[in-house]
């Protein structure tokens, strides 16, 4: 896959919007009590921070997940 193709993008930008989500609430999770105590900047200054570790992370990997071939024998319930 070529660093920066559409294929690339499509897969950076969907494993960083998941880690962001992930991010999002593990930091909700975190012994808040309400919804309206919640630090919201912080909130969003860590989760983009660990989605823009993943869009790095997809750069310096280059790899996208393989689609793996149906086995014929195998059946699905």
């Not at 960083?16 to 930091?27: M, N």
């Not at 992370?57 to 790899?63: D, N, V």
Request: hydrophobic share 50%; net charge neutral; charged share 15%.
């Amino acid at each position: 896959m070529k660093l920066f193709s559409l294929e690339f993008l499509n897969y950076a930008g969907e494993r960083a919007v998941k880690t962001w989500a992930q991010a999002a609430l593990a930091f909700l999770g975190t012994g808040t009590v309400g919804l309206f105590e919640v630090n919201w900047a912080n909130m969003l200054s860590v989760s983009l921070g660990a989605a823009f570790l993943s869009i790095l992370t997809s750069i310096i990997t280059q790899k996208a997940p393989t689609e793996t071939k149906k086995n014929p024998d195998i059946y699905e319930l």
